[in-house]
């Protein structure tokens, strides 16, 4: 839906615009928009011109440290099979996170 989509985009703001002469009013700004009009608005107000901050600013995004240790649910491992429960189940979460 759009209103996930623009709370995701929320999210990475500042990773978006890092190096680029945004200013810190603008990125607190897009860190609240409400709308993909709303970010349409305000990105219709940045420098196009402004150029590539290059090299400086590319890197690693996200975490950098140690990976961490997978979990699993307390019996997970305890069977290869799935019951018709869980199935239905991991259908349900599939269908939640990826849109049908």
Do not use: C, Q
Request: glycine share 12%; no cysteine; charged share 35%.
């Amino acid at each position: 839906s759009e209103d996930r989509g623009v709370k995701d985009l929320r999210k990475h703001v500042a990773w978006y615009f890092k190096g680029y002469p945004v200013g810190g009013d603008m990125r607190r700004r897009l860190a609240t928009m409400e709308s993909l009009a709303d970010l349409d608005e305000k990105l219709s107000e940045l420098d196009l011109d402004a150029p590539y901050p290059g090299a400086d600013v590319e890197g690693p995004r996200g975490r950098t440290g140690h990976p961490r240790n997978a979990t699993v649910p307390a019996g997970w491992m305890d069977t290869r099979e799935l019951s018709d429960e869980h199935r239905a189940r991991l259908h349900e979460a599939e269908l939640d996170i990826s849109g049908g």
